[in-house]
């Protein structure tokens, strides 16, 4: 069990009091709050150690170097890889845009990438503006349970898909994908694989596998600073692929006609890079680390365990994703059925789901200091395949408690009326 | 939820419908939050005659349209244009904080958009 009166005094942020009543923040799958070491990390550097990075020759240059490259070597060796395959970008949509441009060389007209109905748009509109280009996007299909459907999965591979891109962790859903065998079968067809990491790297234990050619994931999702995101992918693929990006930094020499590029990873990061992200971040694995991921994973399948047992016993919930806590994260959607809600409608094109908006659902909650998400999650191909709007959402982290849970659900009862 | 004006509104609204005569159809989405509303306005050389609307969305948005076109009947197409976003807000029955601003403002800037549409009189384009 974690110690979590002690980790919230970490987080000078959960500190604060709003209306004289602590704040239940659940929605670290949007961000995560930052702990004190983190804050001092990011201001260290600019007290101690600021400069521009790679091309100095004077001492504080190397200085800030050294802190970034650290940071590199940290990130690599949380996910188990090699420095020179972690690259630096703002996030995981700069990630995967990336690789969007990045790749476009190798796909020509007829090819096909497939990802699935519960992409983040993140993971969906990199690969549609490729289909401008005569490239078809194919998207698999989930189980009722919402988990991705494999027979689906298999039948959607065609010798034309050339990439397939899956998130690890849905940020709406909670399932849990088995990227293990995901990337067999892409493996199988010698298709290029990527893994959103967004949503599982910051969650749970992972280490690098075989079958994943490149994978994205985002600093400020895992206790790091904003704009801080890393691109992983296997040096081979990395040496033969263009930059996405040109300027600062990035060549080993400029001629009046011809460049030539650096080595992976600094080719793909033009221009001064995020150094205080970088050293947030890497603060971020350590503390991370102290704290131990199996145990942050267990924490959080024992929150989201007593969340779907409380959340479950209100008369008009509606939860979406998967109740076995050992295939999912914590992360849940939800929405209130009203009956209040019935109208006579002449118009066809207006679609009454009987359901409480979740921006009401979320703005009712806020009143007691219950922070959650509500709306689309930037997952709206999710949300037509469910046939609703939006939904309400909780989510949870290393800093949350049963407390947390219990103003939740406590707040929801408040709704739940009918 | 809200306040018992706000939730009468919603589950009552007095102008909700399709009315059998309308001049100009406004129909809007809110992408973002899969809000939607139908205007049907009767106007009249720059008069709005009679409106009412369709439309399904959250309890903010649904009330400000219902509030919105009690505001409008009988009123100048020009002078509803004309309406300070920030005064609407300020006079709504409830607080509006400002993630439930686009939900507040839904109604107006429907109505400013398809009426700048509208080839009508009164319109300020």
Not at chain 1, 400 to 417: K, M, P, Q, T, Y
Not at chain 2, 89 to 101: A, D, S
Request: with cysteine; aromatic share 8%.
């Amino acid at each position: 069990m974690l110690d979590v009166g002690s980790i919230r005094r970490d987080f000078p942020i959960l500190q604060r009091k709003m209306d004289g009543k602590r704040i239940v923040y659940l929605d670290s799958t949007a961000t995560t709050q930052k702990p004190e070491s983190v804050i001092n990390a990011i201001a260290e550097f600019y007290r101690n150690y600021n400069a521009n990075v790679h091309r100095s020759v004077y001492k504080l240059g190397w200085e800030a170097t050294d802190c970034y490259e650290q940071a590199r070597k940290n990130v690599a060796d949380f996910i188990g890889v090699k420095s020179e395959e972690i690259v630096f970008t703002r996030n995981t949509t700069e990630s995967l845009n990336l690789l969007s441009y990045s790749l476009e060389g190798k796909l020509k007209k007829g090819d096909r990438i497939l990802i699935s109905s519960m992409e983040h748009h993140s993971n969906i509109l990199p690969w549609m503006r490729l289909e401008e280009r005569g490239i078809n996007l194919d998207y698999i299909n989930l189980t009722p349970e919402g988990f991705l459907d494999i027979e689906d999965f298999k039948s959607k591979i065609k010798k034309e898909t050339k990439i397939i891109s899956i998130t690890h962790q849905s940020n709406v859903l909670g399932t849990i994908n088995d990227i293990d065998t995901l990337s067999k079968i892409a493996k199988e067809n010698d298709s290029i694989f990527i893994v959103d990491g967004a949503q599982s790297i910051p969650h749970m234990p992972f280490k690098m596998i075989n079958g994943i050619d490149y994978m994205a994931f985002s600093g400020h999702k895992m206790l790091g600073p904003l704009g801080i995101g890393v691109l992983y992918g296997k040096y081979e693929n990395l040496s033969e692929l263009p930059p996405f990006q040109r300027g600062g930094e990035m060549i080993k020499e400029v001629d009046f006609h011809k460049v030539e590029f650096e080595d992976p990873p600094i080719k793909f990061e033009a221009g001064t890079p995020n150094v205080e992200g970088a050293v947030g971040l890497s603060a971020a694995i350590d503390y991370l680390k102290k704290i131990g991921m199996e145990n942050v994973r267990s924490h959080e399948k024992y929150l989201t365990r007593k969340a779907l047992d409380s959340l479950s016993t209100l008369k008009n919930i509606q939860i979406y994703g998967p109740r076995d806590t050992e295939k999912r994260g914590g992360v849940i959607s939800f929405n209130i059925r009203s009956e209040a809600i019935k109208r006579k409608i002449a118009s066809g094109n207006i679609h009454l789901d009987g359901l409480l908006h979740s921006h009401d659902v979320a703005s009712h909650l806020d009143e007691s200091n219950v922070f959650v998400r509500s709306g689309h999650h930037c997952a709206q191909p999710l949300m037509k395949y469910l046939n609703i709007k939006g939904t309400a959402r909780a989510s949870f982290y290393i800093y949350n408690d049963i407390d947390d849970i219990e103003a939740l659900v406590s707040g929801l009862e408040g709704i739940d009326v009918q | 939820m809200y306040n018992d004006e706000i939730m009468d509104r919603y589950q009552n609204p007095y102008y909700f419908g399709k009315p059998e005569r309308y001049s100009i159809v406004i129909d809007e989405a809110s992408t973002s939050c899969g809000d939607k509303i139908i205007l049907y306005i009767q106007e009249e050389n720059g008069v709005i005659k009679q409106i009412k609307f369709e439309g399904d969305g959250c309890i903010i948005s649904m009330v400000s349209t219902d509030l919105f076109c009690e505001k409008a009947t009988g009123r100048n197409i020009e002078e509803i244009m004309r309406i300070d976003e920030s005064d609407y807000v300020k006079n709504f029955p409830v607080e509006i904080t400002p993630g439930r601003l686009n939900c507040a403002l839904l109604p107006i800037r429907a109505f400013r958009r398809g009426v700048g549409r509208a080839n009508i009189p009164g319109n300020l384009k």
